[in-house]
């Protein structure tokens, strides 16, 4: 993990500037190695909803590194064991699932970094430079982990403003289509989801926090911008795997 490009793509998002990246639901170093050409801000691997294992979580984040492409993780649970998986296989951080009350975020904060009941310390790992930076420069440079709680069930959104209070959060995220399901409702167009994504950009703007989502039509981005989120993972490489086969498909029948 370069600290130099953790700390610039860090500082963008953090700053509220736009940042647009997509899901990989593949896991393929080279799924990963082709989107690090594309000028995507960031790729947000899925190891919470698609069959990522250790190795292939830690081959992905190796193939985006090598590009410099910054690259998150949503594990498969908040749990403190694959939190540390994926930062000590050197991730620039990761989007937590589930964060639910202020306690489980501050858990979650203290998981991603070094300290007591913290993050389990390891020199042998990549985001320590297997061995060679040294115990003092990597607790240092691990500082700048990026740390994303996911607000996607009913008692999150009542607890939202206390969450996006809690110190070393650095974005919420909305998970829309679980709030959907939580809400009981319908769409994600239902007026008591949209009143709860409102709820928890506006918690967000109050605590000086960003604040993402995913959308399912990236023609809703303007508006969501507009009320202060910044953050966008949109689409999926499965997305632009079946609309370019669609579109070959029509334009060969034409």
Known sequence: MEPGRVSTFRDKLRA????????????????????????????????????????????????????????????????????????????????????????????????CHYGPGGRGYAGSSRSAGFTTKGMAKHRETAKNVIVIAQIEDVEAVEECEAIARVEGIDALFIGRADLTVAYGAITPDDEIVVAAVERIVEAGKAAGRVTGMFLARSSDVPLWREKGASLFVLSSDHDFILQGAAALSQAIRG
Do not use: Q
């Open 16 to 111: 509220g500037d736009v940042i647009a990246a997509t899901w990989v639901k593949t896991p393929s170093p080279m799924i990963v190695e082709v989107l690090s050409l594309s000028s995507l801000d960031c790729l947000v691997l899925d190891a919470e909803h698609a069959p990522f294992d250790r190795t292939s979580l830690d081959l992905c984040i190796l193939a985006a590194r090598a590009y410099a492409k910054p690259v998150l993780v949503r594990p498969a649970s908040s749990s403190h064991e694959h939190i540390l998986n994926a930062l000590d296989c050197g991730a620039d951080g990761v989007v937590l699932p589930h964060i639910r009350s202020a306690k489980e975020a501050a858990d979650a904060v203290k998981a």
